[in-house]
Nanobody, 120 residues
Framework: QVQLVESGGGSVQAGGSLRLSCAAS????????MGWYRQAPGKQRELVAN??????NYAESVKGRFTISRDNAKLTVYLQMNSLKPEDTAVYYC???????????????WGQGTQVTVSS
């Protein structure tokens, strides 16, 4: 029914930029939040950036370098990543809280992830 598909990952040199996109598809009645998480090997998944109710939140490590934005008409969330560092290397996951019926609770959905590799 609902799918989140990420794109835009890849390999870049330190100091480079990437723009990640996540498009939601399916029967979606309402969006509570959309955001990005990342997970490096051997590490726990962590919040990178999130947008909800017109507000945005960023991990301290990415403030000033990453920008999250959302296009509700396209059901798409973006993550512009500038001044990338090797420590940004991880699998980046799109996450969204969505309601798929006229009434009911919001459920959390995850994309399959996209690899971002930053070399020094």
């Amino acid at each position: 029914q609902v799918q989140l598909v990420e794109s835009g990952g890849g390999s870049v040199q330190a100091g480079g930029s990437l723009r990640l996109s996540c498009a939601a598809s399916g029967t979606i009645f309402s969006i509570n939040h959309m955001g990005w998480y990342r997970q490096a090997p051997g590490k726990q998944r962590e919040l990178v950036a999130n947008t909800s109710g017109g507000s945005t939140n960023y991990a301290e490590s990415v403030k000033g370098r990453f920008t999250i934005s959302r296009d509700n008409a396209k059901l798409t969330v973006y993550l512009q990543m500038n001044s990338l560092k090797p420590e940004d290397t991880a699998v980046y996951y799109c996450a969204a809280g969505l309601r798929t019926a006229a009434r009911g609770t919001y459920n959390n959905y995850w994309g399959q992830g996209t690899q971002v590799t930053v070399s020094s």
